[in-house]
């Protein structure tokens, strides 16, 4: 079972940038694994933010698509995600998962139920 410990949050004022990390432990390898950040506000449902398939395909959420940057470093066994131009909207607990596997469909990177490996969360804040 792939272990995941996110770090990188805080708060920022709108506009700024954070870069989250998510490091992969009790497994050899996560090239075999898809992998993708999702968050999750007060009172509202976990939704996908982006996501990296095992080709390094990715897929990004409507809203954060063009601001934020998912990577990964495979030898590092970490997962990054930048993000650029914060609005206090994006203002939640970030969250990385991991799958076994290549995605069947590429809305299948952007959505919680596709993922059972997940890590304990960072909260990011964006105050305006």
């Known amino acids: 079972q792939v272990q995941l410990d996110e770090s990188g949050g805080g708060s920022v004022q709108s506009g700024g940038s954070l870069r989250l990390s998510c490091v992969a432990s009790?497994?050899?390898?996560?090239?075999?694994?898809?992998m993708g950040w999702f968050r999750q506000a007060p009172g509202k449902e976990r939704e996908g933010v982006a996501g990296?398939?095992?080709?390094?395909?990715?897929a990004y959420g409507d809203s954060v698509e063009g601001r934020f940057t998912i990577s990964r470093d495979n030898a590092k066994h970490t997962l990054y995600l930048q993000m650029n131009d914060l609005e206090p909207e994006d203002t939640a607990t970030y969250y990385c998962a991991a799958e076994a596997g290549a995605a069947a469909h590429e809305w299948h990177l952007l959505a919680p139920t596709h993922f059972s490996n997940w890590g304990l969360g960072t909260q990011v804040t964006v105050s305006s």
């Open positions: 990296m398939d095992t080709n390094g395909h990715t």
């Open positions: 009790e497994v050899p390898s996560i090239n075999h694994y898809r």
